[in-house]
């Protein structure tokens, strides 16, 4: 159980603190509900440009790393289609320089051209290498687009295209900050060697003045049912052909999530997972395939993919993912096999709850979708799935019809 306390600035900034003596360290973390999925469609990429961008320098402190560096602290940041997180640890007796630096690039991040010309060079490196040049590095600028057609989970956290970061003027990147960098649009946590009343002190000290942000209310279109199998087939330099399915799923904050989630370790947590067995060691139609849920927090993907073994069909290896799926539509889960994938997230669960990083990044994330005090019921929702409501979700989810599939074929030599 995380215990936590949890007040509000006059701004809008909610903080939320938990208190860990067995650490030396803190944890700053601070999540902005902005992600991939708030950008137009003719400007992609800018929540990701923005992770980039806030590491560049604010106007009181233009080197952002150099002064934590100098007490002993590091940071970094993620951005998904969801949120965008930055986080810094530091031994807590300087934790004020924590936030001396987090609150000076939420008041005053300084916008340059020289500094948006560097990070958009980061950036458009980062589509190339990561994207473009990597061997099924482009998976999801195609993946995406072709199991949504109308939401904007249609492009990836990179963007759909580089030349919309080629062409991102000051005035759009000011604005983009503007709307969703500011107080009443994040959350505050502080994890580990502290008290309340000194995080309190800080937060009115360093982030009480922020004036606060518009109103961001979400009208995303809502994705309509997909009702028929899509196809894509590429050809690309790599050296193994691979499949990737994605199928329609529920919300994060739905009651089904659990058994989706569940459903996913069924079929490929360890060496003595479902498809491992049959795909890999049995019929040896795959050197690697997994099962995986992405998390997202509207209505997501549930995604099977694997790497074909030297000699297999794409018919052939298709046909053995379809065999798998269909048989957990037609017979129940044993209790072993349930109870063996319970049990390994309820452990890693309880390992991650050790790290202060964790901690202050999963609060976050819990306060944002609900309530931070979701964060200790997350076990007993896991533990209350039953075989039934496995078999359930995989009829929903497996048809052929709700799935898009990549078909990615090694070119000859």
């Not at 600035?9 to 601070?30: M, R, Y």
């Amino acid at each position: 159980m995380i215990k936590f306390e949890k007040f509000e600035l006059d701004n809008g900034l909610k903080v939320i603190v938990h208190q860990d003596k067995s650490t030396p360290l803190a944890c700053i973390n601070i999540l902005y509900d902005v992600g991939a999925r708030d950008e137009s469609p003719e400007q992609t990429g800018f929540a990701h440009l923005f992770e980039h961008l806030m590491f560049g320098g604010s106007v009181n402190i233009p080197n952002y790393d150099e002064p934590l560096q100098r007490v002993g602290g590091e940071n970094n940041a993620f951005t998904t289609n969801d949120i965008t997180n930055y986080h810094l640890t530091l031994p807590s007796e300087n934790l004020e320089t924590g936030f001396w630096l987090e609150s000076d690039r939420m008041l005053s991040l300084a916008f340059s051209e020289k500094s948006l010309e560097v990070q958009r060079n980061v950036v458009i490196e980062e589509f190339k290498q990561r994207y473009l040049n990597q061997p099924y590095g482009d998976v999801w600028l195609l993946l995406r687009p072709m199991a949504y057609k109308v939401h904007p989970y249609r492009w990836d956290t990179i963007g759909k295209e580089i030349s919309h970061i080629e062409n991102a003027r000051i005035e759009d990147v000011k604005s983009f900050f503007r709307r969703f960098y500011c107080p009443n649009n994040a959350i505050l946590v502080v994890a580990g060697n502290v008290t309340t009343s000194e995080v309190r002190a800080l937060a009115e000290k360093w982030f009480g003045n922020i004036p606060k942000g518009p109103e961001n209310k979400r009208k995303l279109p809502a994705e309509p049912l997909q009702t028929e199998a899509r196809s894509l087939t590429v050809e690309r330099d790599v050296p193994a052909n691979a499949i990737y399915k994605a199928y329609h799923m529920c919300a994060r904050m739905d009651e089904e999530y659990y058994a989706t989630d569940l459903l996913s370790d069924i079929l490929s947590q360890g060496n003595s997972c479902r498809l491992h067995n049959s795909l890999i060691k049995d019929k040896q139609l795959f050197s690697d395939i997994q099962a995986y849920v992405l998390g997202d927090f509207e209505k997501g993907l549930f995604v099977v993919s694997g790497k074909l073994s030297a000699g297999v069909t794409m018919e052939q290896a298709d046909a053995g993912i379809k065999r798998e799926l269909e048989k957990l539509q037609g017979e129940l889960v044993t209790e072993n096999e349930l109870t063996r994938v319970k049990n390994k997230i309820e452990a890693s669960h309880t390992f991650g709850e050790m790290d202060v990083l964790n901690k202050s990044t999963n609060l976050a994330i819990a306060e944002l979708l609900d309530e931070a005090s979701m964060i200790n019921k997350e076990i007993e929702r896991y533990q209350a799935v039953t075989s039934e409501k496995i078999k359930e979700q995989a009829r929903i989810i497996f048809r052929d019809e709700n799935c898009s599939t990549l078909y990615y074929k090694a070119k000859k030599n």
